[in-house]
């Protein structure tokens, strides 16, 4: 009869030491889209402090995320005539069309990652009809909720986007992101406080060298380099956001890995062709 402990390292033997290896981290590609422009925007209105008459063409992007077996995209554009209008859009292609330009067939997105709910990062979540969308809970609760009630706040919001919203919500494909620090996908984590709308989010997708992508919560690499916040909820929450502005940094271990969500020079600190930059 062979003792227990020679049955013991007899099984062991067959086993490969693989099985017992962590998981190697998931690694994701990540480009930015340009699908349009807003040109001669005020720089004031981007950078508090800047002076009033220096003016930007702005870049209207979305951050296109992919390994794994995922497609994820980080912001969706928007497509709805009235905001083109007001703001006098030009170089415009429609979110879908940019990505399917860039060789991603809409249809194949798996994920939609909202940073927060204004017009030109929420409103093309109808175009993504296989997505799962990701958006933080206190955003969709006061979005839908308490910002259309006396004393609510809802400039820059788009009552037919909610809507849309609302409706993946009774189809089960939308998720609620709740709160800071969050790991939404393997890789993929959501941080919250720089305070643009009520519960805007940013993300770093994780990796050697890690990235943070920050969408609304710091608009140009200007605000990191002359440390001055972005547009807030309240102007009460300008320090919020600059802490969350040095928060991005230590995030992704440099300021150069920190994007911005409408600066062009994105375009021209990163390989690009035509409307794509290879970010990582």
Not at 136 to 143: R, T
Not at 208 to 226: F, G, I, K, Q, T
Request: proline fraction near 6%; aromatic fraction near 8%; glycine fraction near 8%.
């Amino acid at each position: 009869m062979i003792p227990a402990r020679r049955r013991l390292l007899t099984v062991l033997a067959g086993v490969s030491l693989s099985a017992f290896a962590p998981s190697a981290p998931t690694s994701y590609s990540i480009d930015a889209i340009r699908y349009a422009t807003v040109p001669q925007f005020p720089l004031r209105a981007l950078v508090m402090g800047a002076p009033e008459s220096e003016k930007l063409d702005i870049a209207m992007v979305v951050w296109l995320i992919r390994g794994s077996g995922k497609v994820i995209l980080f912001d969706t554009g928007f497509h709805r005539e009235k905001w083109m209008k007001q703001f006098t859009v030009t170089d415009y292609v429609r979110p879908d069309e940019a990505l399917r330009a860039a060789g991603v067939p809409p249809e194949t997105v798996t994920d939609v990652v909202i940073s927060h709910a204004h017009w030109d990062h929420m409103g093309g979540i109808d175009l993504f009809p296989q997505a799962t969308v990701w958006i933080q809970k206190d955003e969709f609760a006061y979005y839908t909720g308490a910002a259309w009630q006396p004393g609510g706040r809802h400039g820059g919001i788009d009552p037919e986007d909610i809507a849309v919203l609302v409706h993946l919500n009774t189809e089960g494909r939308l998720r609620l992101v709740d709160g800071d620090d969050v790991e939404i996908l393997p890789g993929l984590r959501a941080y919250t406080g720089a305070r643009h709308t009520f519960a805007s989010q940013y993300v770093r997708v994780d990796g050697e060298a890690p990235v943070v992508l920050a969408s609304d919560n710091c608009y140009l690499y200007r605000n990191l380099e002359a440390r001055a916040a972005s547009a807030t909820f309240t102007p009460e929450d300008r320090d919020a956001n600059l802490r969350a502005q040095e928060r991005m940094i230590a995030l992704a271990g440099r300021r150069d890995r920190v994007v911005p969500g409408h600066d062009p020079l994105q375009f021209a600190r990163y390989p690009a062709a035509g409307r794509v930059a290879r970010i990582r």
